[in-house]
């Protein structure tokens, strides 16, 4: 398995970028930007969040 590097990611913006994710409004640079943080093979069906 290959190492991978550390990144440092502000909360409310991961959490806003995966907000408009979820509504399919991200710029594509950014859909895929989200999906390799998250090890995404295609998009998310299911919201990504949990709902409390």
Same mark, same amino acid.
């Given at each position: 398995?290959?190492? %991978?590097?550390?990144?440092?990611?502000?909360?409310?913006?991961?959490?806003?970028?995966? @907000?408009?994710? @979820?509504?399919? %409004?991200?710029? %594509?640079?950014m859909q895929l930007w989200v999906e390799a943080m998250l090890e995404l093979k295609a998009p998310a069906r299911e919201p990504l969040r949990g709902h409390c």
């Open positions: 398995m290959a190492a %991978r590097s550390l990144h440092w990611v502000n909360s409310p913006v991961l959490l806003e970028a995966l @907000e408009r994710y @979820e509504q399919r %409004r991200l710029p %594509r640079s």
